[in-house]
């Protein structure tokens, strides 16, 4: 997974599908696909993969805010149900 510091720029000339990472914003990256580019931010010792958004619908700015602010709360789980009891 490489690391680069991420700019308008370099995030708009993204082809090559992989997860790159943020210098200046630990666990925080975008995610290219075939067909699309997703915001990711990895929480917790457990490294929960959250989507924060797509990519142009959510600029690099604010993403990064979005990451800030999920990376300073706790993951919360939500409960599971089976298919048992749901049914």
Excluded: C
């Excluded at 790159?20 to 990711?40: L, M, Q």
């Excluded at 959250?50 to 959510?58: A, D, S």
């Amino acid at each position: 997974m490489p690391v680069a510091h991420l700019t308008d720029v370099m995030v708009s000339r993204l082809r090559m599908p992989g997860t790159y990472f943020d210098k200046t914003t630990p666990a925080f990256g975008i995610r290219v696909g075939k067909n699309r580019k997703t915001w990711i931010v990895i929480r917790g010792t457990e490294r929960v993969r959250t989507r924060i958004g797509h990519y142009p619908e959510l600029s690099l700015a604010e993403a990064r805010k979005e990451a800030r602010k999920l990376l300073t709360q706790p993951i919360t789980k939500a409960g599971r149900m089976t298919f048992k009891a749901a049914y």
